[in-house]
């Protein structure tokens, strides 16, 4: 970025509170363009729902610059399971209530899980976990059977037939694993995966934003090599308004599952309660 630009880009991490404090920082920062946020949909979707008072708003607060990269979960379980596909987990759950625990370690997994409970009808227990390196671990050990874990940390172990993948949380197949399937080709229109985008303050020039950030930044993205692209994962380039598309269209399923589930951190359900580090 710093090259495209001509000039020095200082990264400027503030963690925490599930991208809150970050976001926050941007929100009431001057609109010149000069400074950016790398938001995620926990920070635009999930928080707002999750949190009954946010120190921001993510339609009023900020404008969209582009989608950066799509990364979605999977629902992923110890090579022991006696189930291969979301189809037979959710029969063997119906079942008999109660068979599986799914483990969550992020807000987003939290709803993940949720949403497949409204639409497959069933209550899959979450276990919390305060971290994606535990929750992995503990699959691989057999101390949880199933886990809500991203794709770019599950696929290589999927590779080497130490984890199996049950389906995708995104609406497409991996280019570079298409024999993985979706949850939603057993449950039409379950979408609901990760992703990065690139918003500035609200007030920043279309002009900035638009233009020179897309033409010079955004824009070259997909040429260049990434780890995303290596596991097959789409990085993308879109510009404003679809970017706010697609965040309104990832919002209805959040706000749904949350309101139906009452699943907050400041008001957390007896089985689904994270505590965002």
Known sequence: MGEDLGQQ????????????IGAQAVAKAPPD?????????????????LYSKLAYDPFKDFVPVSLVALVPSAVVGNVSIPVNSIKELVEKEKAKPGTFQIGISTPTSQVNVGLLNMMAGTSFTMVPYRGGTTQITGILAGDIPLGMESINVSLPLWRDNKLKILGL?????LSLAPEIPTIAETFPGYDLGIWQSIVAPAGTPREVGGNTLMK??????????????????????????????????????????????????????????????
């Open 216 to 277: 010079r930044i955004v824009a070259p993205m997909p040429a260049a090599p990434s780890p995303y692209q290596s596991l097959g994962l789409p990085t993308v380039s879109t510009i404003g308004a679809h970017s706010t598309f697609h965040v309104c269209t990832q919002s209805v399923p959040a706000m749904m599952v949350v309101i139906s589930s009452v699943l907050s951190p400041e008001r957390p359900s007896r089985k689904a309660s994270v505590t965002p580090t």
């Open 9 to 20: 880009v200082v990264i400027d991490n503030r963690p925490g509170a599930n991208t809150i």
């Open 33 to 49: 363009g000069y400074t950016l946020l790398m938001a995620i949909d926990g920070t635009l979707v999930m928080n707002p729902f």
């Open 169 to 173: 949380v995104s609406a497409q197949r």
